[in-house]
């Protein structure tokens, strides 16, 4: 299961976003304690960066 969660243009501004909601999705996963259930991740696709969520 793949969800996308945010899409930043290929930008280096975008980059940099999406890897800051990365981040703080990520921390929000571990506070909730779903961290062994679900990732978060940033592809690369196109013109675009996605945030995705994954089930492990």
Do not use: C, H
């Not at 921390?27 to 779903?34: E, I, M, T, W, Y």
């Not at 940033?42 to 996605?50: D, F, L, P, T």
């Amino acid at each position: 299961m793949e969800e996308v969660l945010g899409t930043f243009p290929d930008t280096p501004d975008g980059r940099k976003a999406a890897r800051e909601l990365q981040a703080k999705l990520a921390k929000n996963l571990v506070r909730r304690g779903l961290a062994r259930k679900f990732s978060i991740g940033v592809e690369r696709r196109g013109g675009s960066y996605w945030v995705t969520l994954n089930k492990r």
